[in-house]
């Protein structure tokens, strides 16, 4: 249990990180085209790695130490690769970021303000989204 709060966590900081990153990085006529982009770089990930495991695993009863070290050392570099590529990533435009006026508000405002955007339809159409991710990453 307490690595799968650990693996919560860490995918909360991440989505919040990445989101933020495209918004800065993006246009407003662009943010949906490069979210999109996000999106299925994201779900086709998860497909890519199941296939090379099947692909390794298939017809052996017992994993053997050679095939066991072949997916580990694979995916060890997947991973320090998208590391070092997230190392790499430059700064956010300053331009578009300077434009939207930072508006101090006090935390229960704030609470009050998220759950009015939870409540509207749209938002809950989406929730539907979120806990199938939810439900799949568990």
């Known amino acids: 249990y307490a690595g799968a709060v650990v693996v919560g966590i860490s995918e909360a900081l991440l989505w919040t990180s990445q989101g933020n990153y495209l918004f800065l990085n993006s246009e407003p006529h662009t943010v949906n085209r490069n979210l999109g982009i996000f999106w299925v770089i994201f779900s086709s990930a998860e497909l890519y790695g199941n296939m090379y495991v099947y692909f390794k695993l ?4 017992y994993i053997d130490a050679e095939t066991r070290k072949a997916v580990i050392y694979s995916m060890t570099s997947v991973a320090a690769s998208s590391l070092l590529m997230f190392g790499v990533l ?3 435009k300053e331009s578009f970021s300077s434009d939207v006026k930072s508006k101090k508000e006090r935390p229960l405002q704030a609470l009050k303000t998220t759950w009015a955007i939870f409540n509207t ?18």
């Open 58 to 61: 298939e017809g052996k009863k």
């Open 121 to 138: 339809s749209k938002m809950r159409m989406l929730c539907i989204s979120f806990i199938f991710i939810g439900m799949q990453q568990a």
């Open 90 to 92: 430059g700064k956010a």
